[in-house]
Each structure stands twice: as C-alpha cells, then as structure tokens.
C-alpha cells in the first residue's frame, strides 16, 4: 500500500510512519523481558494454585496441614489468611480470591501453596483433604434461561413496533444460532512476581492490561493504601482482554505470599490450569425476526440474547451491552428490539475479548442479511446495501446516537471493485455445479465498530514525560504493550512534537507510581487516549521551550519554529539538544504530565441512549472458502481487506493489527473449540484439545489495505482511528463464506443452519440438514 503523506516538518520516525515494532527485533532474538525472564530473587518462592474438581458444591471440608507439613513448604494460603477483603474483582465484589464456603466452577482456586521450587508446591497441594456436598450445575445458557439462573437482570433497547412491524411485513424470517466462546490463548500465561519492600510495601510484576486494577485489587487484599503497592509491566505476551481483570487473582496470591513471609514470591501458571482456570470470550445463544419487503429491506428486527456469564459478573454488563450496542452493525432498523440475557452458569466467569461482545452482535445482523438474501433470491451484498445507513432520518441508532461518519458504503463499493467480487462469485457457482464434492463459498461483510469505554469514567489517560539535558526525552504513561504496538505509536507521538529522532525517546515499563489511576489497556482506546494524554505533555515542554527561546533570544515567539532535531529561532539555527541545556541553566521545567478524557460521549445506562462512543472505525472484507462435503473440513483460501485507520499513526503496526485480528476472528468461527462436560469440566485445556490458527491456516491469497481516504472526523490523535478490535469481526465474511458453500448444496434454495464455530462436525451436521430440508422440499413439491 501507498505510505500516508506525511506532515510538514515530519521527520523520519514521527507519526503516519510505517516504524517497526520497538520490540520486534528483541523478541526475534529472544532478548525482549517478559516477567519469567527476570532473574529470579534470592530466597524465591513458588506458589501452586490448588483447585475445585466440582462445579457446584459446599466445601464441607479443606483440611490442608499434611499440606504444610509437607517437604520444601514454606506456607499455604487459604481465605483464612487474607488480612483484607477475599475479593479481586472489577466491579461487583463477587471474584473471591479463594473459595470459602462454596464453589462454583472447576477450577476455583481452593487455595495456594508456596514452597522452595514448583515441584514441591504441586505434589503438596496433592495432599490436602477436600470433602464435597455437590450441588445441581448449571452448564449451559439453555439451562440457566430454564432455571431463570441470571447473573445480571436482562436489559432490552426498543425503537418503534418491531412486532407490529415484522407482522406487517410481506416477508418473515427466524434464525436461531448459537455462538461459541474463545479462549485468549496468550503467548505468556498469567504470571505475577512480588517483591517486598520497606515499611510493608510490596512491589509487583503483574503480566496485566490494567495496572492500576491489580494495584487496588492486592491493597484492598492485602489491607493496605493504595500508595503501598507499586504495579508494574514492561511487555505482555499477548493479552486479547483475557489479561484486563483475572489476572488480579494472581498478583494477589503472590502478594498475600509475600506479606506472610517477607519473601518474593511467584506464581505461573502452566496451559493447562490457565485455560481451566481463567475465563473466555461469552458464548452465545442467538434468536432473530426479521420482516423485510421484496427488496430486502427490514421493516422490523428483533434480537435475543442468551450469553454465559459464568460465576460472577466480571464485565459481563458492559461486555452485553456491547453486543447490544453492535447488533445494526452498519444498517439503519427503524423498528427494532433488542434483548440481552446475561446466565450465570457454574462455569469460569467469562471476561473481556478482544471486541468485547461486539462480535457476537455483529454477527447476528450479517447472518441475517444472507440467509434473507437466500429466502428472495438475491446477491447478499444487493440486500446490505439496501440496508446501510444513509442520511437523515436514517442515521440514528437504536441507542439514539448519530452516525456522523458513515464511510461503509464508500469502502463497500471501493471492496467491491478491488476485489472482483461479482466475477468470483459467479466463478464459484459455475465450480459448484460441476464439482459434487468440493464446495466454495464467498461473502463480502462490513463493520462498524464503536470505539470507547462504554463506562464513560474509563475514558481518561495520562502520561510524564521528562527531556534531559542531552535532549533525550524518557516517557511513561498508562498504556500497556502486549504486542499491538501502543508503545512505538505513541512515542512517534512525542517524536512528532518536539521534531527529534524516535531513537531519542525511551520507552518506559508502566507503572503505578509514574502514572496513577489508569484505565486499562482496552476498548481499542490505548493509542487514543495515551497519545492524546503523552501529546499534552509534550506539547507543554514545546511551549516553554518556546517561551523561553523568545525572551532569551529577544525574538517574537510566531518567529520560532521547530524542525528536524533543531529550532528556528529568529534568523539563529540551535540544535533541540542546545536549547534544552540552554533552557535547563535558566531554570526551565522539562517535566510535564499530560491528562486527557474523551470529549462528547455522555451515556445513560439506564435508558440506553446517548452517545458511548466517540466515532465508528470501518472496514469490509471478502472471503473465500473450501469445504469438503464428505468431511466437513473447511480452508479459507483467499481474503480481501479494505480497513479504516483514519490518518494511521503507523502504517505498518496497523496492518499487522489487521491481519493478526482477522486470524483470531478466523479461529473464533471456525476451529476454536470450547467444550464443557455435563458436569462443568473443560475438555479442551491444551493445544491437543483446541484448535487455533496455525501458519498453514493463514489464506494464501490475503490482499489487504488501509483505506486511503481515511481520516477521523474527531480530533483524535493525528486524526487516527482505533485499529485493535475492529479487524476481528471482518473474519464474520469467513463464516458466512463457509454457509454460503452449504448452502449450494441445496441449490441455493435453502439458508443453512450452522452453528459457530464452523468445525467439521458443525459443518456436516449442517449439510445433513440441509440436505434432507432439500429432500423434503422436493417431495412436497412433487406431490403439490
């Protein structure tokens, strides 16, 4: 792709850039630090977590002292050894650390136990007796709903009669699916180090999205102020929302370890007890009606949400809202309900993913819009673009806000074309009338994705800088890296500004005490608001810089100007460098904190209106797939992406984000495999057992763009969108792509049903019903 302009007076490393990761060659060579990597202190030890084998049940008894009398054991942590609150959970105060009276999922942590190596705190924790009153388990969302098991209170949105409307309609159609959940599978499992310092502080290396959370969570723990825990993390082996709120858990066991001993302390877990023990992205269960004309278009829509919670709430009440919130994806429904049910199950609490829930309402929409376009006809892309969002009055959302910056049906049209869409198309129903076995499909999906924290409060950030007198500048703030990039982005940031060379600005680790009371890394917002929060820091040292330049030179400050590693001052050339001495002799700060908060998003939680996100991210993609009639297997065998990153920061980052978050959605729909046991055990706790994308799964054919007419109409930064989550959905083409190649086994008569993920089982399951609905069709025909 063409390289966006860029700006006067950038220079080489500065923002719109396509730079290379800061860490890319340090992870190549295996010298980037991730928290295993650290040396491990003197005197360290090794804890092992300990968990429930029932889903559902009374502790009647934990008698753990064969335990702590075993060899190499230094102490065991039960709930009855938290000196604060048994809790370390985001919102609601129901995550307890270690399980008390009760279980509700396998895996709950039981308790903890800290010994001289790891081997010795496994095959001690073996020791322990637990005794058991089993209680009935709620598995799966069908049977929470038929039980009323809710873990929050169902929410609805409504705008206008969607029954009266979809009664009315020439043409009703009802499609029931369900969607199955992800796990984050990081690089890095959940890992935290604890340190002990003066005066009872502890100091932990937390492998987290959200610092300040884990730095609460232990003080309230451990029954200290804030100010005496210090969080800190460098890099994340990946995080994908899995490490935004459990990872708590962790950080507080070893902390609780080192405040009873005085010792470090550290705890890791291995695959399996991380898949076993930690929770996904929420499965759903999905019910639409939807009543459209001979066009396609809807007259009425209704949604039903059914998601699986888990245990506790976690974030599952923003995470449902979200998928509320992104159930029109980029289509205008005048009348339409929506309804979210949010099970609680005794299974692991679900938790943030990478979209957030989003995607789940996403794909209720585009499911839809084939399955209408097979009942008429017709092309789904004629019926999606029936559909789009236009101008006044249908540029208003179901939660009242207003779609100012609709690009979707330019990029469509712009997808379209690129592509070659229509040829294909036609090109993959003349190979299916020839070919009985061998299937190919194609679709062409749209997203709008909102971006901001849907709890309003999170959407703030704020950064320090420091310039030292070598005119090398050190930054910090409130974001952190788990591979997407954010770090470089938002140095390119404060390289753009102060006009230096990028090597001329240090990385800092996050930290609790350089930048306090953050919000997680999350929501697609790091770059957003932490370059916007680093651009006021350095924007401040620039303007006394400036200041100072005009009364010490005797000059007008419109008459200084900055340039590549150099200032303008008058007619005077100084070097960046000798301006900073310069201006630290005569007593000039060259520190600053930056703070930034979102403007315009105002929300009302209760009426589900107003404006949650600051503006829409866009994209469209074409995919196309083979399946195997006669076994079900399935290849994407070529993509075609076309994304919106407004005026990208960094090209480079962002196509990497793109493809990377197609993959994973890729995963999502159609390999990754969830499966829980009629008595709430995960079976699939390793790579043996769940499947995700490898190499070879990676289309041959994958052309992708940034849109270059891209540009925020919002003062982000540099005019940049958001590029974390949006890409994901664009993998909802893949599936479609799959239920289009079904569908062709019916002729094209019949919409598939196919439930996600499109695994080979799915995918004959629902040829078979396809098949005999076809059969059926036919006699009846017949005999009419």
């Given at each position: 792709?063409?390289?966006p302009?860029?700006?006067?007076?950038?220079?080489?490393?500065?923002?719109?850039?396509?730079?290379?990761?800061?860490?890319?060659?340090k992870q190549?060579?295996g010298?980037?630090?991730?928290i295993?990597?650290?040396?491990?202190?003197?005197?360290l030890?090794?804890?092992?977590?300990?968990?429930?084998?029932?889903?559902?049940?009374?502790?009647?008894?934990?008698?753990?002292?064969?335990v702590?009398?075993?060899?190499?054991?230094?102490?065991?942590?039960?709930?009855?050894?938290?000196p604060?609150?048994?809790?370390?959970?985001?919102?609601?105060?129901?995550?307890?650390?270690?399980?008390?009276?009760?279980?509700?999922?396998?895996?709950?942590?039981?308790?903890?136990?800290?010994?001289?190596?790891?081997?010795q705190?496994?095959?001690?924790?073996?020791?322990?007796v637990?005794?058991?009153?089993?209680?009935?388990?709620?598995?799966?969302?069908?049977?929470?709903?038929?039980?009323?098991?809710?873990?929050?209170?169902?929410?609805?949105?409504?705008?206008?009669?969607?029954?009266?409307?979809?009664?009315?309609?020439?043409?009703?159609?009802?499609?029931r699916?369900?969607?199955?959940?992800?796990?984050h599978?990081?690089?890095?499992?959940?890992?935290?180090?604890?340190?002990?310092?003066?005066?009872?502080?502890?100091?932990?290396?937390?492998?987290?999205?959200?610092?300040?959370?884990?730095?609460?969570?232990?003080?309230?723990?451990?029954?200290?102020?804030?100010?005496?825990v210090?969080?800190?993390?460098?890099?994340?082996?990946?995080?994908?929302?899995?490490?935004e709120?459990?990872?708590?858990w962790?950080?507080?066991?070893?902390?609780?370890?080192?405040?009873?001993?005085?010792?470090?302390?550290?705890?890791?877990?291995?695959?399996?007890?991380?898949?076993?023990?930690?929770?996904?992205?929420?499965?759903?269960?999905?019910m639409?009606?939807?009543?459209?004309?001979?066009?396609?278009?809807?007259?009425g829509?209704?949604?039903i949400?059914?998601s699986?919670?888990?245990?506790?709430a976690?974030?599952s009440?923003?995470?449902?809202?979200?998928?509320?919130?992104?159930?029109?994806?980029?289509?205008?429904?005048?009348?339409?309900?929506?309804?979210?049910?949010?099970?609680?199950?005794?299974?692991?609490?679900?938790?943030?993913?990478?979209?957030?829930?989003?995607p789940?309402?996403?794909?209720?929409?585009?499911?839809?819009?084939?399955a209408?376009?097979?009942?008429?006809g017709?092309?789904?892309?004629?019926?999606?673009?029936?559909?789009?969002?236009?101008?006044?009055?249908?540029?208003?959302?179901?939660?009242?806000m207003?779609?100012?910056?609709?690009?979707?049906p330019?990029?469509?049209?712009?997808?379209?074309n690129?592509?070659?869409?229509?040829?294909?198309?036609?090109?993959?129903?003349?190979?299916?009338?020839t070919?009985?076995?061998?299937?190919?499909g194609?679709?062409l999906?749209?997203?709008?994705?909102?971006?901001?924290f849907?709890?309003?409060?999170?959407?703030?950030?704020?950064?320090?800088?420091?310039?030292?007198?070598?005119?090398?500048?050190?930054?910090?703030?409130?974001?952190?890296?788990?591979?997407?990039?954010?770090?470089?982005?938002?140095a390119?940031?404060?390289?753009?500004i102060?006009?230096?060379?990028?090597?001329?600005?240090?990385?800092?680790?996050?930290?609790?005490?350089?930048?306090?009371?953050?919000?997680?890394?999350?929501?697609?917002?790091?770059?957003?608001?932490?370059?916007?929060?680093?651009?006021?820091a350095?924007?401040?040292?620039?303007?006394?810089?400036?200041?100072?330049?005009?009364?010490?030179?005797?000059?007008?400050?419109?008459?200084?100007?900055f340039?590549?590693?150099?200032?303008?001052i008058?007619?005077?050339?100084v070097?960046?460098?000798?301006?900073?001495?310069?201006?630290?002799?005569?007593?000039?700060?060259?520190?600053?904190?930056?703070?930034?908060?979102?403007?315009?998003?105002?929300?009302?939680?209760e009426?589900?209106?107003?404006?949650?996100f600051?503006?829409?991210?866009?994209?469209?993609?074409?995919s196309?797939?083979?399946?195997?009639?006669?076994?079900?297997?399935?290849?994407?065998?070529?993509?075609?992406?076309?994304?919106?990153?407004?005026?990208?920061?960094?090209?480079?980052?962002?196509?990497?984000?793109?493809?990377?978050g197609?993959?994973?959605?890729?995963?999502?729909?159609?390999?990754?495999?969830?499966?829980?046991?009629?008595n709430?055990?995960?079976?699939?706790?390793?790579?043996?057992?769940?499947?995700?994308?490898?190499?070879?799964?990676?289309?041959?054919?994958?052309?992708m763009?940034?849109?270059e007419r891209?540009?925020?109409?919002?003062?982000?930064?540099?005019?940049?969108?958001?590029?974390?989550e949006?890409?994901?959905?664009?993998?909802?083409?893949?599936?479609?792509?799959?239920?289009?190649a079904?569908?062709?086994?019916?002729?094209?008569?019949?919409?598939?049903?196919?439930?996600?993920?499109?695994t080979?089982e799915?995918?004959?399951?629902s040829?078979?019903?396809?098949?005999?609905?076809?059969?059926?069709?036919?006699?009846?025909?017949?005999?009419?």
């Open positions: 792709m063409r390289n302009p860029l700006s006067r007076n950038t220079i080489r490393g500065a923002a719109h850039s396509p730079r290379h990761h800061d860490s890319a060659a190549a060579a010298e980037a630090l991730y295993d990597d650290i040396a491990e202190p003197r005197d030890l090794h804890l092992y977590v300990a968990q429930s084998e029932k889903a559902h049940a009374k502790i009647l008894k934990l008698d753990v002292s064969a702590r009398s075993a060899p190499g054991v230094v102490v065991v942590l039960t709930a009855n050894d938290v604060g609150g048994n809790d370390a959970s985001p919102i609601a105060g129901d995550d307890p650390v270690f399980a008390e009276d009760i279980v509700e999922y396998a895996g709950q942590a039981l308790f903890a136990v800290a010994a001289e190596t790891l081997e705190a496994r095959s001690a924790a073996k020791l322990a637990v005794e058991y009153e089993e209680l009935p388990a709620i598995v799966t969302v069908e049977e929470a709903m038929a039980a009323n098991s809710f873990v929050l209170p169902t929410r609805e949105i409504r705008r206008g009669d969607a029954r009266a409307a979809i009664k009315k309609a020439k043409h009703q159609l009802t499609q699916f369900e969607i199955g959940g992800q796990d599978f990081y690089l890095e499992g959940q890992i935290a180090l604890s340190l002990p310092g003066e005066d009872g502080d502890i100091f932990v290396y937390s492998s987290t999205q959200h610092p300040t959370e884990v730095q609460h969570n232990v003080a309230k723990f451990l029954d200290l102020p804030d100010h005496s210090t969080v800190e993390v460098r890099r994340m082996g990946g995080g994908f929302g899995g490490k709120t459990q990872g708590a962790f950080a507080a066991m070893a902390s609780l370890a080192t405040k009873l001993t005085g010792r470090p302390a550290k705890v890791r877990l291995d695959r399996d007890d991380d898949m076993i023990m930690t929770g996904k992205r929420h499965d759903f269960v999905v639409v009606e939807m009543g459209f004309d001979d066009d396609g278009r809807v007259s829509a209704e949604f949400f059914a699986r919670c888990g245990r506790s976690d974030l009440a923003s995470i449902n809202d979200r998928a509320m919130f992104h159930a029109d994806n980029c289509y205008y429904f005048k009348n339409i309900t929506i309804i979210s049910h949010r099970c609680k199950t005794h299974t692991v609490s679900n938790t943030a993913f990478r979209g957030f829930g989003g789940q309402g996403m794909l209720a929409p585009e499911r839809m819009m084939d209408i376009a097979c009942y008429l017709k092309d789904p892309l004629e019926v999606r673009k029936k559909n789009l969002y236009g101008k006044k009055p249908r540029n208003i959302t179901p939660y009242q207003t779609v100012e910056d609709n690009i979707a330019e990029i469509i049209a712009e997808l379209e690129s592509s070659n869409y229509a040829a294909r198309r036609k090109s993959i129903r003349a190979f299916n009338e070919s009985p076995y061998l299937k190919k194609i679709a999906t749209p997203v709008k994705f909102g971006i901001s849907t709890a309003s409060h999170l959407n703030q950030a704020g950064a320090l800088l420091h310039v030292y007198t070598d005119g090398s500048v050190m930054l910090n703030h409130g974001g952190t890296e788990m591979g997407q990039g954010l770090y470089i982005k938002v390119q940031v404060v390289a753009e102060l006009q230096i060379d990028i090597e001329r600005v240090k990385i800092t680790a996050t930290r609790t005490d350089k930048v306090p009371n953050t919000s997680a890394t999350a929501a697609s917002s790091g770059a957003d608001i932490n370059g916007k929060a680093a651009e006021a350095a924007i401040a040292i620039k303007e006394r810089l400036i200041q100072f330049a005009a009364k010490y030179y005797g000059t007008k400050t419109s008459e200084i100007t340039l590549p590693n150099r200032i303008r008058g007619k005077q050339v070097a960046f460098r000798d301006l900073v001495q310069l201006a630290y002799m005569n007593r000039i700060s060259l520190s600053a904190t930056g703070y930034y908060r979102t403007p315009k998003i105002h929300y009302d939680a009426t589900f209106s107003g404006r949650p600051y503006y829409f991210a866009y994209g469209a993609a074409v196309e797939v083979l399946i195997d009639t006669l076994t079900g297997e399935n290849k994407v065998v070529a993509v075609d992406i076309l994304h919106d990153a407004g005026k990208s920061l960094n090209p480079a980052v962002d196509l990497g984000q793109i493809e990377g197609y993959i994973q959605g890729m995963g999502w729909l159609t390999t990754e495999e969830l499966y829980y046991d009629s709430g055990i995960l079976k699939t706790h390793a790579p043996s057992t769940y499947k995700i994308p490898a190499c070879s799964d990676r289309p041959a054919v994958f052309n763009k940034i849109f891209g540009e925020n109409v919002e003062e982000t930064i540099f005019r940049s969108k958001a590029v974390g949006p890409p994901l959905m664009l993998a909802i083409s893949a599936f479609n792509a799959i239920a289009d079904i569908s062709s086994v019916a002729d094209y008569r019949l919409y598939p049903e196919l439930n996600a993920p499109a080979p799915q995918i004959l399951m040829i078979q019903k396809i098949t005999e609905s076809a059969r059926s069709n036919r006699v009846t025909e017949a005999a009419q």
